[in-house]
């Protein structure tokens, strides 16, 4: 089965970060988000992905380009952001083998640790329209509420959708199967997959099901949420059992001075510097050849690749460009 991860994103939400890096490239654990979707898709027997591309896409082929073995890449360049459905049914073509096949989309701004064979084998015992992976959540309202019947069908959307009985009221994932029908659907152009693919497949009688999954899943949309996800790959709370890299430790390449203090959690990249009168950690990231000065305690921050932290932080993110504080009750 192909895949389809999607990348074109603007990132208005992570707000001067997305200037910097699109966000499949923010670094979790000092790997790019979109490493832990390859991961995950290679794991389970994938081979073929397409990735389409808008916001700062050239960093995002930089990135990937001859490094993703054993995924065959297929780039799809997006002159005009084309959206969620758009961007499927752009590579409709290509995703279905020419229609004859159902294929994986995965949001590029996610971890999760699905089993996408178990969910293939689903969708293929079931053959519905789409089959979408969603989790049971108390607030699934905030999130666009999709509710399932007693047998896990799809029969509400967004609190659309004909009379029946709900038994979970979940939150879409952003991981789905689609078969070539459901791409047939889409418009031409800018759309999304929601409103303008599954509400009007809703609303025909279409077969839409629900795998539910309850093992590890955060998205990343907000520098918030992106520090949640750091900090869950460093303590080990986010249980992957795919993981792209080591997920803490000191990489060997890193150089610590014989006088830093180091508190675990924490991750230090290849060709790090960490300074000897440095503090790092606990919940501290320091990317691949960034530095600590000497004079530097950090908590619950992030350094990313190539940038210095040089003073006292704590619920920061520290990019080349600069230091992005963040209030300690939003990521604690």
């Known amino acids: 089965m192909r895949a ?10 992570l707000g001067a970060l997305s200037d910097e890096r699109p966000k499949p490239l923010l670094p979790v654990a000092d790997v790019p988000l979109i490493r832990y979707n390859l991961a995950l898709l290679a794991a389970h027997g994938v081979r073929e992905v397409a990735i389409n591309l808008h916001h700062r896409g050239e960093l995002i082929v930089g990135e990937l380009e ?3 073995d054993p995924l065959a890449i297929t780039w799809s360049r997006e002159e005009q952001i084309l959206g969620t459905g758009g961007g499927v049914k752009r590579m409709a073509t290509w995703l279905t083998d020419g229609g004859r096949d159902s294929f994986l989309v ?6 999760i640790d699905v089993d996408l064979t ?5 969708h293929r015992g079931a053959d519905p329209d789409a089959t979408m992976v969603v989790r ?7 999130w666009g509420a999709i509710d399932l019947d007693e047998d896990g069908r799809v029969v509400k959307i967004l609190g659309q959708g ?12 952003g991981v789905h199967v689609l078969s070539p029908a459901f791409a047939a659907r889409l418009p031409d152009g800018e759309s999304c997959a929601i409103r303008q693919g599954y509400l009007p497949a809703l609303h025909a009688g279409a077969r839409i099901e629900g795998y539910l999954y309850s093992g590890y899943f955060q998205e990343h949309s907000t520098p918030e ?26 990489d060997p390449t890193a150089t610590v001075g014989s006088g830093a203090q180091l508190i675990a959690p924490f991750r230090i990249g290849p060709g790090a510097v960490v300074g000897a009168g440095a503090t790092v950690g606990p919940y501290v990231v320091v990317g691949r050849g960034a530095r600590v000065d000497d004079v530097a305690h950090l908590e619950h921050t992030v350094v990313w690749p190539g940038a210095t932290a040089e003073s006292v932080l704590r619920d920061a993110i520290v990019t080349q ?12």
């Open 321 to 332: 460009s600069g230091v992005f504080e963040f209030p300690a009750r939003l990521v604690e």
């Open 225 to 250: 949420r992106y520090l949640e996800g750091n900090w869950a790959v460093l303590d080990g709370s986010a249980r992957l059992r795919h993981p792209p890299a080591a997920r803490d430790g000191i």
């Open 136 to 142: 049971e959540v108390p607030d699934a309202e905030r």
């Open 106 to 111: 995965v949001n590029g701004k996610l971890v």
């Open 4 to 13: 389809l991860v999607l990348a074109a994103g603007l990132g208005t939400r």
């Open 162 to 173: 004909p009379p029946a009985l709900s038994v979970h009221r979940t939150m879409f994932t």
């Open 118 to 122: 178990r969910l293939i084998e689903c």
């Open 66 to 68: 001859g490094a993703c």
